[in-house]
């Protein structure tokens, strides 16, 4: 087991000013909320709304109080248990527009093809324990596109299936009905992301004002997401663009509050740092990851609430040693709370593209880091005294064909399947080596999809959730154009 205690990035005075601030920001300068009804909601729970400007402001009581009731006793003391699994199973979702094609490295939206494609990977490859919406496709109408992807993934596979982002409140309930058939759970909110996310700075629009809503008032955790960018959105400086992303969560806090008290509470943080030389949105910089890590554990420390950085939020475009460098940087976050694995999911170019090559990398680099945080295990059987004793007394030196080598090697080392530990292969070989085992992880994909087999799907759930999509297509587009 791994003990200890996180690290602290700044003192309890430094996060007390950030606190202070974002709490002036929220009464004084307020929320612009596109959404007449929750503005009124937060006028019924004490706040004061100006409807001319769609602002809200929250007074200094009420978000105190509303920390002080939904907050938790902050716990710094960090307990990881021992024990790793050399197969990891990594999550499949994502809702990317693009996908991005190897060798040729083209990106494209996704297509109907695309979508059906990646859920037969998904279900024929054990690296993946769910399948789920990865990719968003470009050719079915968006406000109901959630809804399509949902039927397509229970057609392709009897794993359990993974929703992706809504933008539009009329997804909800169809969804949540399809939880119900899947799964046969009353209330299944399975397919329905908990959070959203607020445009810095401090406003929410009216979708997603209205998707909030829907979800809160289903009984959805409670999960605002706060998303600033340094230098554009927020403040250049790291401090302010933190205080952004603080008021963020906690105007989304009091909101939820307001709708229903008792909700169990999360967030979620993904900065980003504008780069002043291309103008470009970077969600993978040190600073950037300054200030997730700062975030997270401000509001673990001074609320007690947890709060999560969306780590594997990365800007690398294509597979390769920036994308390794990339989605391992946030491991240095670690020690403040900011979560124990690399960026996985196959995500490329914030959040834009996905690549399956780039998805089985990341397995790789997970199971990696899982190996370290598993520790390893203590006793006389491990340390081996006795073997090593009789290796000197005999002047032997090689432990490789002892009896206790064989009985421990698989379960104290991880061995790779894509990353090369053979000695050097000439300089013609190593030149070209990392492109060659982009290319076998392209051919693993390519093969599991030809390899997929269509498993014994359960026809009359399929036929429901056919029936919730075509009703709620109707209801939604007023008209059914779809082929499901």
């Known amino acids: 087991m791994i003990t200890g205690e996180y690290w602290k990035l700044q003192d309890d005075g430094a996060l007390g000013k950030i606190d202070a601030a974002a709490v002036r920001l929220l009464s004084c300068g307020g929320v612009r909320i596109d959404h007449e009804e929750m503005l009124s909601v937060l006028e019924g729970a004490g706040c004061r709304v ?51 094609e190897w060798p040729s490295g083209r990106r494209r939206l996704a297509t109907r093809h695309d979508v059906s494609d990646m859920a037969k990977m998904a279900h024929t490859l054990p690296e993946f324990g769910t399948v789920g919406k990865v990719l968003t496709c470009s050719q079915i109408d968006q406000r109901i596109e959630p809804l399509w992807n949902a039927v397509q993934l229970a057609q392709i596979t009897d ?16 969804l949540v009905q399809m939880g119900e058939i899947l799964t046969g759970k009353p209330n299944d909110t399975s397919l329905v992301p908990s959070c959203d996310f607020f445009i810095s700075p401090l406003i929410l629009d009216g979708n997603q004002a209205e998707c909030f809503l829907a979800k809160r008032r289903i009984g959805i955790i409670n999960a605002p997401g706060t998303m600033p960018i340094s230098g554009i959105s927020a403040p250049v400086t790291i401090a302010g663009t933190v205080t952004v992303a603080v008021a963020e969560l906690m105007a989304g806090w009091i909101m939820g509050y307001a709708v229903n008290p008792e909700l169990p509470i999360w967030g979620i943080v993904s900065s980003g740092s504008l780069d002043m030389r291309t103008l470009a949105a970077c969600f993978g910089s040190p600073e950037a990851m300054l200030q997730d890590a700062t975030v997270v554990s401000l509001c673990r420390r001074l609320y007690g609430i947890n709060v999560s950085a969306a780590t594997g939020y990365v800007d690398c475009k294509r597979p390769g040693i920036e994308a390794t460098f990339q989605k391992m940087l946030p491991l240095v976050g670690a020690p403040v709370g900011t979560g124990l694995q690399a960026g996985g999911d196959g995500l490329l170019s914030a959040g834009q593209d996905y690549s399956p090559v780039q998805h089985i990398l990341d397995t790789e680099i997970t199971e990696a880091v899982g190996r370290f945080w598993g520790s390893f295990e203590v006793s006389e059987e491990t340390i081996g005294l006795e073997l090593i004793e009789s290796m000197l007394t005999s002047g032997q030196t090689n432990f490789l064909d002892t009896d206790h080598t064989l009985a421990h090697y698989k379960a104290e080392q991880w061995y790779p399947r894509w990353f090369d530990r053979s000695l050097w292969q000439g300089d013609a070989a190593e030149a070209d080596a990392e492109r060659k085992m982009l290319n076998r992880i392209d051919r693993y994909c390519k093969d599991a999809i030809e390899r997929y087999e269509q498993p014994d799907v359960d026809t009359a759930k399929v036929a429901e959730l056919r029936r919730v999509f075509v009703a709620a297509e109707q209801e939604i587009l007023g008209t059914n154009v779809t082929c499901i």
């Open 159 to 174: 794993k359990r299936i993974g929703g992706g982002e809504i933008f539009y409140a009329n997804n909800v309930e169809p």
């Open 50 to 100: 100006d409807r001319s400007g769609r602002r809200c402001f929250f007074p200094e009581k009420l978000i105190r109080d509303v920390l002080a009731h939904i907050g938790g006793k902050t716990c710094e003391k960090v307990e990881l248990p021992a024990g790793w699994s050399p197969q990891t199973q990594l999550g499949h979702g994502g809702s990317y527009p693009h996908l991005l």
